[in-house]
């Protein structure tokens, strides 16, 4: 939109103001060639170009695999497995097989030693 046109209708307001036109309805605001609306058909380009057979294709193997996985018989299942977790995850549970790996550590690094003490006899 050129600059004049949007303040020709500042210019012509004095005017307007001084010399009342026998009609008195506005006259309408020129219309809007920028903004979004402008802005339309480059979006819808980059929406078709998104929309390519094989994304399209793509998609529906997703969205059909995702209605499966949620069928009413495994949100149960995961219900359930969530449910348990949370019950697992007390901090009783989490001090001991933190205390549990901390233990293990020594014993893998041992058993690590051992096997690359064989392995290099070999
Ligand atoms: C954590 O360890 C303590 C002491 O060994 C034991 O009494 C308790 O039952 C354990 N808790 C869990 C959740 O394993």
Do not use: C, Y
């Not at 060639?33 to 094989?54: A, F, H």
């Not at 097989?97 to 690094?109: K, M, R, S, Y």
């Not at 058993?111 to 003490?117: A, Y």
Request: no cysteine.
């Amino acid at each position: 939109m050129r600059f004049s046109t949007l303040l020709l209708p500042f210019a012509a307001a004095p005017l307007a103001l001084a010399a009342p036109e026998p009609n008195p309805v506005a006259p309408r605001a020129p219309a809007s060639t920028g903004g979004l609306l402008s802005e339309l058909p480059g979006i819808l380009d980059g929406v078709q170009e998104l929309l390519s057979k094989d994304t399209i294709n793509n998609l529906e193997v997703i969205v059909s695999g995702a209605a499966k996985l949620l069928s009413s018989d495994n949100i149960d299942i995961l219900q359930d497995i969530l449910n348990n977790a949370h019950t697992l995850l007390t901090k009783d549970f989490v001090d001991n097989t933190t205390t549990l790996i901390g233990d293990a550590t020594p014993l893998v690094e041992d058993v690590s030693k051992l096997l690359g003490g064989v392995l290099g006899s070999l």
